[in-house]
């Protein structure tokens, strides 16, 4: 299936460079101009690898005790996307028409193909007209190429074309000051760097050395014309009408991170590269895909709405594949690697939006980010001590390599559900696998680090068991006792822990410990109102004026001081009704349907996170007008620009947030120990929905259709 937009609209380039970039979980190229552009337009022009950051200051103006100081963010590597094309003396430029006119313009991701292309029919003031074809790609099967395949054709042309190809080590990443979700300022990253002409080949090879974490990055480049290697950077032919020219770059990124010797590893990779033709690259991508979508696609029909959702489906799924770590030194970036939104860092986003999906379709994926976590066990246990906790790990709000990197406590450090989003994705990766494996070697030490922080975070007040101090994880509503999300998830956390211990032969006394927490866990219910209080203190706040606010007042968060939104009743996302949707045995239907109406008049859903969720729990809840209009903002939340951000890189949570309304939701998809059941509800025009899970090694076709008043589920 292809994404394609038609025309050149100048007011969206930054937003299209998101759309159709190109990554592999390894690296991230975002889709720029080779040309460049024009002094003062916009653009984010980056590269990065997953996991290669900068520490750099965090200042506290008023430095109490163990607030973070310095955080890790993702480094714009050197660029090497320039090319420049001249016609005899005009430069291709498309953004004025005083160097020429436009004639046709389209971008267009092939996610079967695994690129992304852009085609320009264009003509200059002189009246020399050629067509451009630029197709890219960031190889799935070897994760350290990406390439630039620049075809020129002429279609009236005759003379000089000449080709300059472009790579520099001296970038700095992005800022935006006053939105506090990127960077304040453009900084640099890089202390020593350099850029070799490697002789004999004349390519050139880029080392720059992170100046503070000392992460060493190398990208080679090398060039072939028309399928010949080309010893250089600048290319000329003459032109005659009907011919095409084609450059053909080759990009090879290394770290130091993934090994020694980052120049030579990417030198060595790239002769095997440039040993196969582009063609075979190609191939081994489409092979790549053509093996995702057999496990991944998942197919809507019904009327031409229900139909419309499957290609935004498939972006949705596509942007996860390219964002998943392609090992286990990096996580999943709330951007993935298509901006530096967030700075590039991990949320809980990763295990509870983006990991059960990949669960499901991707099995060793999703083991992929387990382990990452697990490998970064050492910090998350010094950041307990930090926070005073005993023997005991917790997880950072945001990290890129482990370290916390929030700067903001109360909606970031506070927010302990982290640690339960871990352990609930080890426990669904136990029912959804069976791994022993991995519960040996990783996953139960991941449990029992966390249980026991939930005892030594919490304790008995009156018979309960209770946790005071905490954030939801709706962040409008900061430092809380007894957030219902975080003190059902610990009880989960707990509950199950001491099951799969003791199912692996593990007898420690600790157990008992955890077991008693968990029975006396306090879970915050109103009786008048049959909900779920969000928190101890939640309902007798006064209620936010949500209709009487200004719609560009949203999201509150850019335009009210925080305090002011603690002390009401609103939410930024799913929380109560969050913890409905992953732990509806802690709750009867009529709570759940309650806390849903109730939370829903008073959430702005000014997080991407949010929508997905609503539309699982209502589906689940049969409401399915509202389920379906939710389904809507989500599924297409990146590519109409909902959320105005887009630019800064695509939400993975929401596209992982997609997958979980139609499966977890519509499909009413229930993963347990004893295997996955179905209890779908599909909207008013959807006949059938099909897609595949892998459960325990075995890879299940479901098909979900009307039959009457109900439905027939087949499997297999
Ligand atoms: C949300 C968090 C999320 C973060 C990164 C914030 O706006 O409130 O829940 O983890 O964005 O996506």
Redesign the pocket.
Known sequence: MKYTVEGFDRDKLLLHETLFHNANGYLGVRSCFEEGYPEGTDSIRGMYINGVYNTVDMPQPEAFFGFATEKEVLVNIADPQSIDLMLGKENLCVFCDLCGEIISFKRELDMDAGTAARRVHWRSKKGKEIILTVTRMASFARRSLFTIEYAVTSVNFTGELRLTSGHTHQVTNHGSPGDP?VADKPLGHWGRSVNYISEPERGSTAVSTASRSGITVCTAVRHKVNGLYWDGHDFTAQMKPGMTVTLEKYVVASDSRRGSRPMIRADNEMKKVLSRPLPEHYKAQKAFLTKFWKTAAVTIEGDAEAESFNLAMRYNLYQLLQSAPADSLCGMA?KGLSGEG?EGHC???GEMFAFPPLLLTQPETALTMLRFRHGTLPKARENARLLGHKNSALFPWRTISGAESSGYFPAGTAQYHINGDIAYAVVQYYFATGDMDFMRKAGLELLLEICRLWLDLGHYHNGRFVINGVTG?D?YTCMVNNNYYTNALAKHNLSWTVHIARKMGYTHPELEDFKRAAEAMYLPYDAVLGINPQDDSFLQKPLWDIDGTPESRFPLLLHYHPMQLFRHQVC??ADVVMSHFILEEYADKDAIEKSFLYYEKITTHD???SKPIFCAVAARLGLMDKALSYFRDSVSLDLNDTHSNSADGI?T?NSGGAYIALIYGFAGLRLTEDGVSFTPHLPEGWNRLSFTVIHKGKTIPVRIERDGEGYQVSMG
């Open positions: 979700r709330a967030y949320f809980w986003d994880p962040e930024k996302q997080s991407s996170l939400h949570a």
